[in-house]
């Protein structure tokens, strides 16, 4: 029996605001086991990206509450690393400044945590680019900057809102591989929101459909298929089809 | 201090941290009260208190003495020469710019000479525009009016140079002719910036026209004051320059509302 | 292609040099042996003269003596502006107990403008130094406050919260995150302050002092001597532009990460 790490009990989110009450979430029960890669699926914007900052810890919630390897969670900390849509990169630092900043923000020497930057960078494929600055580089060279940054925290676990979403077609494909290339070598926890069915098929352990604003859980699929998946072998193309159908329709 | 508090929280707290800035400009007039009125530790004629000001502000918007003239006449009169030569910078400054920015041609010609005028800050001009024009309505004016043009022109070229190229072929598959792509398309994009350069224009008005009285004039807030200061009248002095900060907020926030309600759906 | 590409180098200076001898022909069309010349000195005499004052004293000093003491009333004021200035925008725009306990007081004095300030000046601080000091900082600080402050309201929250979520404490994140994330718009507040510190010194010689390029122009005056005024005029633009360059280059430099470095 694999243990639970990420826990969601009956989760809500309700924004006051000039229009009134505004329930982005409507009472989420999720579980998340270690090192399964789960992917939100949805239509739209809303929700997703509030139930990802909730479990980060970067939003609290109004009702229920999550928890992450037994703890409550409160605020964002080193133990839930996070890549963001829009890289959220520090413009006035390098590469390596970025990715080393999580363990310089918790006083590791300079000699490890920049190996450690080092072991990173390597591995999501930007070596020698240590001293770039992010306004040089491409947009899969920076969620790629993202993710090592994430990484290198040593996260319990990895949230990642839509992080290929501004990337085109072709590029796109090659990070999904990527990101498969990388988790395969450093197994993590990931909860991974995106509204493209083709990219939650080829990535994910589970599926678990939400729905629009109010989001909550629609249904949920487990993904036995082995990898590297074929987007176009009959099983993947089944699938897909099924869970269209069942994914809410909005324009 | 965080910064993600959700909006309920901010406007609970608001309350708590308006009776602090409420709080705090008390305890400044209060100390400023003390120093000088209260305890007598400044003279009148180097910090009087803020009753003696305000006796001073009140008497003085009637009361031609010492100086002349009464508040409300200088007032009048800084009024009337920084409008004149505002409104000539504005109407001749904004148009110039759109123009440099369109036309390259203008732009190839204009700009250098521009680039010269642009430096030399509008008090320098007042001298030269005394020997010229004398010490009357005339040098003021023209000098006002070099301190409008400037930031017309500099932000009137700079909001037409951001139009995008997109909507620009965007008018140029319409079967736009050059003339109507500058005034349907880039005009309205650039009245964002061309605003902000009307509302700095105003303030260089204002200042500028202060600092001519200061030098030459026998109105104006800028000589009340300056006049003040050789009978050691700083009362007057500190009530003309309340009154000059006065009218220059009260004319920026014309202006700001003004602002607001043309550029309204025009992204900046 | 843009519609806005600008023309060559060489062709722009071609050009530019084109227009200001046009204009300088002008001039001098208009002043010799006009009527306005009676008024308006010609560019020759001009030109002249400042040439020759580098060596020949105006009053007490050269020209680039004048400049001197200009700059360098410029500089103490401009640079004890600047960093008041800079504390107390980013403290106000952090911390919002000092937004609530100052931000009223300098709204109430900002609409001033440091050319009002003069005569107060100079009956408080007398007609030396410390009275330009005074004027100057005001000039500077007035502007990179507000410019400082609003740096610190726009650094945009995804990025503080990103580095809270990599494991950064409140005060890390002020002095890692908020601090270089506004270092671009203090840097657009000391432009302006500089120019504005730089026209403040000139009038504030106007109005009394005993050198200075401020000075240069207003004894220019007094002796109905166009030339000397305009002598002054152009050492007070040619400085201006200088300074405007060097802080343009400077922030090409500072800001080379950000979209600003244009």
Same mark, same amino acid.
């Given at each position: 029996?694999?243990?639970?790490?990420?826990?969601?009990?009956? &989760?809500?989110?309700?924004?006051?605001?000039?229009?009134? #009450?505004?329930? &982005?979430?409507?009472? #989420?029960?999720?579980?998340?086991?270690?090192?399964?890669? &789960?992917?939100?699926?949805?239509?739209?914007?809303?929700?997703?990206?509030?139930?990802?900052? &909730?479990?980060?810890?970067?939003?609290?919630?109004?009702?229920?509450?999550?928890?992450?390897?037994?703890?409550? #969670?409160?605020?964002?900390?080193?133990?839930?690393?996070?890549?963001?849509?829009?890289?959220?990169?520090?413009?006035?630092?390098?590469? @390596?400044?970025?990715?080393?900043?999580?363990?310089?923000?918790?006083?590791?020497?300079?000699?490890?945590?920049?190996?450690?930057?080092?072991?990173?960078?390597?591995?999501?494929?930007?070596?020698?680019?240590?001293?770039?600055?992010?306004?040089?580089?491409?947009?899969? @060279?920076?969620?790629?900057?993202?993710?090592?940054?994430?990484?290198?925290?040593?996260?319990?676990?990895?949230?990642?809102?839509?992080?290929?979403?501004?990337?085109?077609?072709?590029?796109?494909?090659?990070?999904?591989?990527?990101? @498969?290339?990388?988790?395969?070598?450093?197994?993590?926890?990931?909860?991974?929101?995106?509204?493209?069915?083709?990219?939650?098929?080829?990535?994910?352990?589970?599926?678990?459909? @939400?729905?629009?604003?109010?989001?909550?859980?629609?249904?949920?699929?487990?993904?036995?298929?082995?990898?590297?998946?074929?987007?176009?072998?009959?099983?993947?193309?089944?699938?897909?089809?099924?869970?269209?159908?069942?994914?809410?329709?909005?324009? | 201090?965080?910064?993600?508090?959700?909006?309920?929280?901010?406007?609970?707290?608001?309350?708590?941290?308006?009776?602090?800035?409420?709080?705090?400009?008390?305890?400044?007039?209060?100390?400023?009260?003390?120093?000088?009125?209260?305890?007598?530790?400044?003279?009148?004629?180097?910090?009087?208190?803020?009753? /003696?000001?305000?006796?001073?502000?009140?008497?003085?918007?009637?009361?031609?003495?010492?100086?002349?003239?009464?508040?409300?006449?200088?007032?009048?009169?800084?009024?009337?020469?920084?409008?004149?030569?505002?409104?000539?910078?504005?109407?001749?400054?904004?148009?110039?710019?759109?123009?440099?920015?369109?036309?390259?041609?203008?732009?190839?010609?204009?700009?250098?000479?521009?680039?010269?005028?642009?430096?030399?800050?509008?008090?320098?001009?007042?001298?030269?525009?005394?020997?010229?024009?004398?010490?009357?309505?005339?040098?003021?004016?023209?000098?006002?009016?070099?301190?409008?043009?400037?930031?017309?022109?500099?932000?009137?070229?700079?909001?037409?140079?951001?139009?995008?190229?997109?909507?620009?072929?965007?008018?140029? $598959?319409?079967?736009?002719?050059?003339?109507?792509?500058?005034?349907?398309?880039?005009?309205? $994009?650039?009245?964002?910036?061309?605003?902000?350069?009307?509302?700095?224009?105003?303030?260089?008005?204002? $200042?500028?026209?202060?600092?001519?009285?200061?030098?030459?004039? $026998?109105?104006?807030?800028?000589?009340?004051?300056?006049?003040?200061?050789?009978?050691?009248?700083?009362?007057?002095?500190?009530?003309?320059?309340?009154?000059?900060?006065?009218?220059?907020?009260?004319?920026?926030? /014309?202006?700001?509302?003004?602002?607001?309600?043309?550029?309204?759906?025009?992204?900046? | 292609?843009?519609?806005?590409?600008?023309?060559?180098?060489?062709?722009?200076?071609?050009?530019?040099?084109?227009?200001?001898?046009?204009? %300088?022909?002008?001039?001098?069309?208009?002043?010799?042996?006009?009527?306005?010349?009676?008024?308006?000195?010609?560019?020759?005499?001009?030109?002249?003269k400042f040439f020759v004052s580098f060596v020949q004293p105006l009053g007490t000093?050269?020209?680039?003596?004048?400049?001197?003491?200009?700059?360098?009333?410029?500089?103490?004021?401009?640079?004890?502006?600047?960093?008041?200035?800079? +504390?107390?925008?980013?403290?106000?725009?952090?911390?919002?107990?000092? =937004?609530?306990?100052?931000?009223?007081?300098?709204?109430?004095?900002?609409?001033?403008?440091? %050319?009002?300030?003069?005569?107060? !000046?100079?009956?408080?601080?007398?007609?030396?130094? +410390?009275?330009?000091?005074?004027?100057?900082?005001?000039?500077a600080f007035g502007n990179v406050t507000m410019n400082a402050y609003a740096g610190?309201?726009?650094?945009?929250?995804?990025?503080?919260?990103?580095?809270?979520?990599?494991? !950064?404490? =409140?005060?890390?994140?002020?002095?890692?995150?908020?601090?270089?994330?506004?270092?671009?718009?203090?840097?657009?507040?000391?432009?302006?302050?500089?120019?504005?510190?730089?026209?403040?010194? +000139?009038?504030?010689?106007?109005?009394?002092?005993?050198?200075?390029?401020?000075?240069?122009?207003?004894?220019?005056?007094?002796?109905?001597?166009?030339?000397? %005024?305009?002598?002054?005029?152009?050492?007070?633009?040619?400085?201006?532009?200088?300074?405007? %360059?060097?802080?343009?280059?400077?922030?090409?430099?500072?800001?080379?990460?950000?979209?600003?470095?244009?």
């Amino acid at each position: 029996m694999k243990n639970e790490v990420i826990v969601c009990k009956d &989760v809500s989110k309700r924004f006051e605001t000039e229009r009134g #009450v505004v329930d &982005v979430i409507d009472k #989420v029960d999720l579980t998340v086991e270690e090192n399964e890669l &789960v992917v939100l699926f949805g239509p739209g914007q809303c929700g997703k990206t509030t139930l990802i900052n &909730v479990m980060a810890g970067l939003e609290t919630a109004t009702g229920g509450e999550v928890t992450v390897s037994g703890k409550k #969670v409160e605020k964002p900390g080193p133990d839930r690393g996070v890549v963001y849509q829009t890289t959220a990169l520090f413009p006035w630092l390098t590469v @390596m400044g970025n990715v080393e900043y999580g363990p310089k923000s918790r006083g590791i020497s300079k000699k490890e945590r920049r190996e450690r930057a080092q072991y990173y960078i390597d591995l999501v494929g930007l070596q020698g680019f240590e001293n770039s600055f992010p306004s040089k580089l491409s947009g899969g @060279m920076k969620q790629r900057v993202g993710i090592a940054r994430a990484y290198c925290n040593e996260p319990v676990v990895m949230f990642m809102d839509e992080p290929f979403g501004h990337l085109d077609a072709q590029t796109r494909y090659l990070m999904q591989e990527e990101l @498969m290339r990388i988790w395969e070598k450093e197994k993590r926890t990931i909860v991974f929101v995106t509204n493209n069915i083709e990219e939650a098929l080829y990535l994910a352990d589970r599926i678990v459909v @939400m729905t629009n604003c109010p989001t909550t859980v629609k249904t949920e699929y487990k993904i036995d298929l082995p990898r590297p998946r074929d987007y176009v072998a009959p099983e993947f193309l089944h699938l897909r089809e099924e869970i269209s159908a069942v994914v809410d329709k909005t324009l | 201090m965080e910064i993600d508090e959700v909006n309920c929280m901010k406007k609970k707290n608001g309350g708590k941290y308006a009776a602090i800035s409420v709080l705090s400009v008390a305890l400044f007039i209060f100390v400023w009260w003390l120093v000088s009125s209260g305890l007598g530790l400044t003279t009148e004629s180097t910090l009087p208190g803020p009753d /003696v000001v305000l006796k001073t502000f009140i008497k003085k918007l009637s009361d031609p003495a010492p100086d002349g003239g009464t508040m409300f006449q200088h007032i009048g009169s800084s009024l009337r020469v920084a409008m004149s030569g505002y409104l000539m910078g504005v109407v001749i400054g904004t148009p110039l710019g759109i123009l440099m920015a369109w036309y390259k041609k203008v732009d190839l010609f204009a700009r250098p000479l521009f680039d010269l005028l642009r430096p030399v800050p509008g008090i320098a001009w007042i001298p030269l525009m005394i020997i010229m024009f004398g010490i009357g309505m005339t040098s003021k004016v023209v000098t006002v009016f070099l301190a409008a043009f400037v930031p017309c022109v500099l932000n009137s070229y700079t909001g037409i140079r951001q139009t995008k190229d997109v909507h620009l072929w965007v008018g140029q $598959t319409f079967g736009a002719s050059n003339w109507q792509m500058l005034t349907r398309i880039a005009v309205p $994009t650039s009245l964002p910036l061309v605003m902000t350069g009307v509302r700095v224009a105003l303030g260089a008005s204002w $200042t500028t026209i202060v600092a001519a009285e200061l030098l030459a004039s $026998t109105k104006g807030l800028g000589f009340m004051i300056q006049q003040a200061r050789g009978i050691y009248r700083p009362d007057v002095i500190i009530a003309g320059m309340i009154a000059i900060g006065a009218i220059g907020a009260l004319l920026t926030w /014309v202006l700001t509302i003004i602002e607001h309600k043309v550029v309204k759906g025009v992204k900046a | 292609m843009g519609r806005f590409n600008d023309a060559s180098k060489a062709q722009k200076s071609i050009c530019a040099a084109l227009a200001i001898a046009a204009f %300088i022909l002008l001039w001098f069309f208009a002043t010799n042996g006009t009527n306005l010349g009676v008024v308006l000195a010609g560019p020759v005499e001009v030109f002249r003269k400042f040439f020759v004052s580098f060596v020949q004293p105006l009053g007490t000093h050269t020209i680039p003596g004048h400049i001197l003491w200009s700059l360098s009333r410029v500089m103490v004021g401009f640079l004890a502006g600047s960093a008041l200035g800079i +504390v107390l925008g980013v403290t106000m725009g952090w911390y919002r107990i000092i =937004d609530a306990i100052f931000r009223p007081i300098y709204e109430m004095i900002r609409p001033i403008p440091p %050319i009002a300030w003069i005569p107060l !000046a100079i009956l408080w601080f007398g007609l030396g130094e +410390v009275t330009k000091y005074f004027l100057i900082f005001l000039a500077a600080f007035g502007n990179v406050t507000m410019n400082a402050y609003a740096g610190v309201k726009s650094v945009d929250p995804v990025l503080i919260g990103a580095a809270k979520m990599l494991g !950064a404490s =409140d005060r890390r994140v002020f002095t890692s995150i908020v601090l270089p994330a506004c270092v671009p718009h203090i840097f657009a507040g000391l432009q302006i302050a500089l120019g504005s510190a730089w026209a403040t010194v +000139v009038a504030a010689e106007m109005v009394r002092s005993s050198e200075g390029v401020g000075w240069v122009i207003i004894t220019g005056q007094d002796t109905n001597n166009s030339v000397q %005024i305009l002598v002054g005029i152009i050492a007070v633009g040619a400085i201006g532009y200088l300074l405007a %360059i060097l802080m343009r280059g400077i922030e090409a430099k500072l800001c080379a990460w950000s979209e600003r470095g244009k």
